[in-house]
């Protein structure tokens, strides 16, 4: 097994936990607003719950990746805004479904927006001086 570098843990848990696990999250928790059968609204809240929990460490490992090595591991954040940027909402899901517990596609690109601002707002406190774009 090979070293990952803080730079490379951090922009991993940047991009699959504090993205995707937030996405998955409100994807769940709006899911489970609209749906109709108490069983799945409680089996979506209780994966909404796990989503944001994963998504709460995710943040973490990027926190402390900044504290041990924070020039790479800022260089390395900024990188990922442009990912992040230009990451697109999966599509795909059936209409009609949402009362059921399954997101359509404007759910879920409703979801992804929100997961997307999250991020970069978060990311503001983290970057020196809040800045999201790669320094000149």
């Given at each position: 097994?090979?070293?990952?570098?803080?730079?490379?843990?951090?922009?991993?848990?940047?991009l699959?936990?504090a993205?995707?696990?937030?996405?998955a999250?409100?994807?769940?928790e709006v899911?489970?607003?609209?749906?109709?059968?108490?069983?799945?609204?409680?089996?979506?809240?209780?994966?909404?719950?796990?989503?944001?929990?994963?998504a709460?460490?995710a943040?973490?490992i990027?926190?402390?990746?900044?504290s041990?090595?924070?020039?790479?591991?800022h260089?390395?954040?900024?990188?990922?805004?442009s990912?992040?940027d230009?990451?697109m909402?999966?599509?795909?899901?059936?209409r009609?479904?949402?009362?059921?517990?399954?997101p359509?596609?404007?759910v879920l690109?409703?979801?992804?927006?929100?997961?997307?601002?999250?991020?970069?707002t978060?990311?503001?406190?983290?970057?020196?001086?809040?800045?999201?774009?790669?320094?000149?």
């Amino acid at each position: 097994m090979r070293p990952i570098r803080l730079a490379d843990l951090a922009m991993e848990s940047l991009l699959d936990g504090a993205l995707n696990e937030t996405f998955a999250a409100r994807v769940a928790e709006v899911t489970g607003q609209s749906c109709e059968d108490a069983r799945a609204r409680e089996v979506l809240r209780l994966i909404a719950q796990d989503e944001y929990g994963h998504a709460r460490l995710a943040w973490q490992i990027v926190e402390w990746a900044v504290s041990r090595d924070s020039e790479s591991v800022h260089a390395a954040l900024r990188a990922g805004l442009s990912t992040i940027d230009s990451a697109m909402p999966p599509n795909g899901a059936p209409r009609g479904l949402v009362r059921f517990g399954r997101p359509d596609d404007a759910v879920l690109a409703a979801c992804f927006e929100d997961a997307r601002a999250d991020v970069r707002t978060r990311l503001v406190g983290l970057l020196p001086g809040g800045e999201l774009s790669a320094p000149t």
